[in-house]
């Protein structure tokens, strides 16, 4: 009976969870998005000097840490759903790509962050300096976490559709959101967005299945 009612918990924790995680990253990346333009012109020193939009990438700054924490726990409520018939090579892609998302995730947040400490409010600092700390956070944020994120999208969607545990159309969901992530994030502002949308689907779908009946075992002979 114990084993039974946390297998009834599991996929509602990983519902609750990933819910949790896909608005708090949305929001991050929409604020970031909002405050600072990924070409910046005069060097990028427009939301130095804004403060309403250095108190928006603050923000979402502090966002961050939290989204990471709950993909973390998302992740560990997916893989116990999953349990012993996980397939091996597909849990270690799985694992691997989400622990170097959230890594990366953490790192273009710690770029940003020391931007925002050192630069000079007045904007009367080194333009070069400015320079390289916006390009190597949307760097670390476009190109290598959102293909971290490709990764862990198309494992979880190829795992899901091996089971049974998805539905064909939220597999094929999660391959065309990570065709997106992996070619036309660094080209295509906002097309990030897909990510944490896709989460949310997922983390829905997985919530609401949680709470439909279960048919009951066959009786043995």
Do not use: C, N
């Given at each position: 009976m114990e084993r039974r009612d946390q297998a009834l918990r599991t996929p509602r924790a990983a519902g609750l969870v990933g819910i949790v995680f896909a608005v708090l990253l949305a929001a991050a990346i929409v604020l970031v998005r909002l405050a600072i333009p990924e070409e910046p012109s005069g060097g990028g020193s427009t939301w130095i000097i804004d403060p309403s939009k250095r108190h928006a990438v603050q923000t979402a700054l502090g966002l961050i840490p939290f989204a990471g924490i709950f993909f973390l726990w998302f992740m560990g409520?997916?893989?116990?759903?999953?349990?012993?018939?996980?397939?091996?090579f597909l849990a270690t892609v799985f694992m691997g790509s989400g622990l170097v998302f959230v890594a990366t995730l953490f790192g273009a947040a710690a770029a940003a962050g020391s931007l925002l400490d050192t630069a000079d409010p007045s904007g009367t600092g080194s333009v070069q300096l400015r320079s390289f700390g916006h390009?190597?956070?949307?760097?670390?944020?476009?190109?290598?976490?959102?293909?971290?994120?490709?990764?862990?999208?198309?494992s979880t969607s190829s795992i899901g559709h091996r089971?049974?545990?998805l539905p064909r159309w939220l597999s094929i969901l999660g391959y065309l959101v990570a065709l997106t992530l992996l070619l036309v994030t660094s080209s295509i502002p906002w097309s990030e967005l897909v990510f944490p949308l896709w989460a949310l689907i997922l983390s829905?779908?997985?919530?609401v299945a949680s709470f439909r009946p279960r048919p009951a075992p066959a009786p043995s002979s």
């Amino acid at each position: 009976m114990e084993r039974r009612d946390q297998a009834l918990r599991t996929p509602r924790a990983a519902g609750l969870v990933g819910i949790v995680f896909a608005v708090l990253l949305a929001a991050a990346i929409v604020l970031v998005r909002l405050a600072i333009p990924e070409e910046p012109s005069g060097g990028g020193s427009t939301w130095i000097i804004d403060p309403s939009k250095r108190h928006a990438v603050q923000t979402a700054l502090g966002l961050i840490p939290f989204a990471g924490i709950f993909f973390l726990w998302f992740m560990g409520a997916v893989r116990a759903r999953i349990g012993e018939a996980e397939d091996q090579f597909l849990a270690t892609v799985f694992m691997g790509s989400g622990l170097v998302f959230v890594a990366t995730l953490f790192g273009a947040a710690a770029a940003a962050g020391s931007l925002l400490d050192t630069a000079d409010p007045s904007g009367t600092g080194s333009v070069q300096l400015r320079s390289f700390g916006h390009h190597f956070t949307y760097s670390l944020l476009t190109t290598y976490a959102m293909r971290m994120a490709a990764v862990f999208t198309f494992s979880t969607s190829s795992i899901g559709h091996r089971l049974g545990v998805l539905p064909r159309w939220l597999s094929i969901l999660g391959y065309l959101v990570a065709l997106t992530l992996l070619l036309v994030t660094s080209s295509i502002p906002w097309s990030e967005l897909v990510f944490p949308l896709w989460a949310l689907i997922l983390s829905l779908y997985i919530l609401v299945a949680s709470f439909r009946p279960r048919p009951a075992p066959a009786p043995s002979s």
